[in-house]
C-alpha cells in the first residue's frame, strides 16, 4: 500500500527505484505481494488516501531488466486493531517464507 503524503502515486516500480537510489544499486530480490486486497478495508484505505501497489507485466519487466529477480507471494495478513479496526499488515509468517525460499534458492548451488 502506498502512503499518503509519503510515497501516495508511487507503484512498485517508484519504489524499486527509491531502494536502488539508497544502496547505490538495484536489490539483488524483491518481494511482492500476490493475494488480493480484501474490498472491505480496501476501501477505507483509499478514503484515507492510501491505494493498493500491484505489480504488473510492464513493472516486472522492467525491474527484470536491472537483474534484480521478483518473488511474488501470499505475505499479507488482515489484523484487528483496537484504534483502527480491520488493518492490512505483512504477516511475518508468510514474509518469512518467502525470504527463505530465496535463501534456498541461492544456496541449492
Not at 17 to 38: H, K, M
Not at 83 to 94: A, I, M, Y
Request: hydrophobic content about 35%.
Amino acid at each position: 500500500m502506498s502512503q499518503p503524503d509519503e510515497t501516495q502515486g508511487m507503484n512498485i516500480v517508484n519504489h524499486f527505484d527509491w531502494v536502488s537510489a539508497a544502496l547505490g544499486c538495484p536489490p539483488d530480490y524483491i518481494i511482492t505481494n500476490s493475494e488480493p486486497f480484501p474490498d472491505d478495508i480496501l476501501e477505507r484505505y483509499e478514503k484515507e488516501g492510501a491505494s493498493p501497489l500491484y505489480l504488473d507485466d510492464k513493472q516486472r519487466e522492467i525491474i527484470r531488466k536491472t537483474g534484480c529477480v521478483s518473488v511474488e507471494a501470499p505475505i499479507m495478513s488482515v489484523y484487528e486493531s483496537v484504534k483502527e479496526g480491520r488493518v492490512l499488515r505483512h504477516d511475518p509468517q508468510k514474509l518469512a517464507s518467502a525470504i527463505f525460499k530465496i535463501i534456498r534458492e541461492i544456496y541449492r548451488d
